[in-house]
Structures are given as C-alpha cells and as structure tokens.
C-alpha cells in the first residue's frame, strides 16, 4: 500500500505490473480498493495497475465535508496526474454508487 496527499486528504491505493495502458480500478460505495483484487492482480501481469480507496473508504481519510462523486474524481484524476500514468483504462464498480 502506498499513500498520496490531495489538499489535505491522505488516499491510500496500491501501485503494481508494467506496461501500457495502465489500468484504474475504482471501487463502488462502501467498498474497497480490495474489491477489484482478482481483476488487479490478473491485468498486472501485462499492465500498471493502480487500485485506489476513495476518500472515507478503506485506509484513506475520512474528511468532514461531504464526499462528491466530483471530489472523488478530481482525487483520481490528481492521483492519475502524479502517478505519471497518462491515458489510462478506468474499470468502475457503478453498481454501487
């Protein structure tokens, strides 16, 4: 596991595999970023991967004001930006939003 710090919030997600494109898996409400663990696991083998845990999920913070489905995509773009991953592929859990 490893952390990156947005405004303030720490978001924790894990970073693993090689190769293009890179492949985003974000979990749904009340989930983790272990809810996609088979599938991350599986595309690592010929893909980056990176798996994160949304703000007031798993080990990432819980801050005050309320979560937005804006927020949590501003936080994964940031993530996206940092992690130097260009155009990546986003797996979604939308069953659960």
């Known amino acids: 596991m490893a952390t990156i710090t947005r405004n303030g919030i720490r978001l924790s997600y894990d970073d693993s595999g090689a190769g293009e494109p890179g492949i985003v898996f974000v979990h749904g409400w009340t989930c983790d970023r272990s809810f996609f663990g088979p599938q991350a696991e599986h595309c690592a083998r010929r893909h980056r991967v990176v798996s994160v845990d949304l703000r007031g999920h798993g080990q990432s913070d819980e801050p005050l004001e309320p979560y937005s489905i804006d927020a949590y995509a501003d936080?994964?773009?940031?993530?996206?930006?940092?992690?130097?991953?260009g155009k990546v592929v986003a797996v979604v859990d939308q069953g659960r939003w």
Do not use: F, M, W
Not at 75 to 85: F, H, K, S, V
């Open 75 to 85: 936080d994964i773009a940031y993530l996206i930006g940092e992690l130097g991953l």
